[in-house]
């Protein structure tokens, strides 16, 4: 139900723009994000986003350098990704769910999100 997309293979300083388009439901009235997971460790949050789009929450180690977006039209999340680095080479999985608006529990850790995509590859060589 959550299809991730955009990922590859960039160079350091370089930028994607992944997007997540959500199938078979909507979450208009959910938090959407972003998890990630590098080889051999475990999977860390990257970023949310509001029902309403107007609140967002971040890692510290992406802050300022990372954007999440969403389209509810289209049911579609985005996460724009600028000057990369190696260390943030992982497999993104976006994530929606469908018991809170706001995300904020995602980024104290509290909880995980119900609903998970697939995952997409972003390779940043140095």
């Known amino acids: 139900q959550l299809q991730a997309s955009g990922g590859g293979l960039v160079q350091a300083g370089g930028s994607l723009r992944l997007s997540c388009a959500a199938s078979g439901r909507t979450f208009s009235s959910s938090a959407m994000g972003w998890f990630r997971q590098a080889p051999g460790k475990e999977r860390e949050f990257v970023a949310v986003?509001?029902?309403?789009?107007?609140?967002?929450y971040y890692a510290d180690s992406v802050k300022g350098r990372f954007t999440i977006s969403r389209d509810n039209a289209k049911n579609t999340v985005y996460l724009q990704m600028n000057s990369l680095k190696p260390e943030d080479t992982a497999v993104y999985y976006c994530?929606?769910?469908?018991?809170?608006?706001?995300?904020?529990?995602?980024?104290?850790?509290?909880?995980?999100?119900?609903?998970w995509g697939q995952g997409t590859q972003v390779t940043v060589s140095s």
């Open positions: 986003i509001s029902w309403s789009g107007l609140t967002t």
């Open positions: 994530s929606a769910d469908s018991r809170d608006q706001y995300g904020h529990i995602w980024f104290i850790g509290r909880s995980v999100p119900d609903y």
